[in-house]
């Protein structure tokens, strides 16, 4: 078996043009024009290279996005008054704060700091709260990214066993959640897992967000399962995930790729939240 491959380039795309850019369209009839503000601090080339993508896609939107740059020895206490400001201008729907921070600031007391209404990559306690009750919120964007892949290439969830390795709180848990919302049944792998072969083996999907290259590979993957690799390495110059690609489109039904897979889904999951936020902004 040769998988099909899901391209998140492609869903962006397609999620862009048939809701995205529809949906802006009818805030801009309101005079309400989305507004981004990435807070990205020191010089880290791989955060540079994230944040330009994210304001690609919002140009795309035809959303507004700024990056509020600042040096690496900025202190804690700036960067919170920062976040004051932005929770407090009325022009600005969202606010991220780029990760990884130096570490004299605590990301923590940062993320807890943005206003849970302009929280758009969804990691404040009130919005991960709702996620976990199942209440409507902004939900954070690599498990959102997903789930709407799963959606997009006809992947239904209920009733089928989804096996998650990997239990961080950005991707590992929340996607955990979004996938029990569906009615699957979720097993979740972490480092002191116990025989994983066996936890993969009667898996319907596979979601890995472990962060070790090529961690999975085909041979323990169960025929027609799909592949969601969320993982992104770079090595000697190329990009690849936390699955062995090779091997594993052998036995997979579909997979996605890295790269093109789930980091511009990410992307476009966030430029939708900005989205969301001025919609429900404007209408409190
Ligand atoms: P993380 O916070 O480092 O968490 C890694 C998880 O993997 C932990 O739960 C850890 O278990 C588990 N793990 C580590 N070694 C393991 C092993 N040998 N067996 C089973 N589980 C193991 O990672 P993350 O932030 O979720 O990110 C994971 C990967 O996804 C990274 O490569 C990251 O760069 C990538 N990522 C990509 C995107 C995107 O948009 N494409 C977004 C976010 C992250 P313990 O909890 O027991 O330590």
Excluded: W
């Excluded at 043009?17 to 369209?25: A, C, P, Q």
């Excluded at 503000?37 to 080339?45: E, F, P, Q």
């Excluded at 009325?90 to 704060?97: A, C, D, E, R, T």
């Amino acid at each position: 078996m040769t998988a099909k491959i899901i391209s998140g380039r492609e869903t962006a795309e397609h999620i862009l043009e048939k809701e995205l850019s529809k949906k802006v369209e009818v805030l801009k009839t309101k005079n309400i024009i989305p507004n981004l503000v990435v807070i990205l601090v020191g010089d880290m080339k791989a955060s540079a290279s994230y944040v330009k993508q994210k304001e690609k896609f919002a140009e795309k939107a035809g959303i507004k996005s700024e990056v509020r740059r600042f040096e690496s020895d900025i202190s804690e206490k700036d960067i919170l008054s920062e976040i004051d400001k932005i929770n407090n201008d009325p022009l600005i729907h969202g606010v991220i704060v780029q990760l990884p921070l130096p570490d004299h600031i605590s990301v923590a007391k940062v993320l807890n700091s943005i206003h849970p209404s302009k929280d758009v990559d969804g990691f404040t306690p009130n919005n991960v709260g709702k996620l976990f009750l199942g209440e409507d919120t902004l939900v954070s964007c690599t498990p959102k990214g997903i789930m709407q892949m799963l959606r997009i290439s006809g992947t239904d969830l209920n009733g089928k066993n989804v096996t998650v390795i990997g239990r961080s709180n950005i991707v590992g848990k929340p996607v955990s959640i979004l996938c029990q919302s569906e009615n699957a049944t979720v097993t979740m792998c972490h480092s002191r897992t116990k025989d994983l072969n066996h936890k993969l083996s009667d898996a319907d999907v596979i979601i890995v967000a472990v962060g070790v290259p090529k961690f999975i590979s085909g041979d323990q993957i169960p025929n027609g399962a799909v592949v969601i690799d969320v993982g992104i390495h770079n090595i000697d110059g190329k990009l690849c995930g936390d699955v062995d690609f090779d091997s594993a489109k052998e036995k997979a039904s579909a997979i996605t790729p890295v790269p093109g897979g789930v980091g511009p889904m990410t992307v476009c999951a966030l430029i939708e939240n900005t989205i969301i936020a001025a919609e429900r902004i404007h209408s409190a």
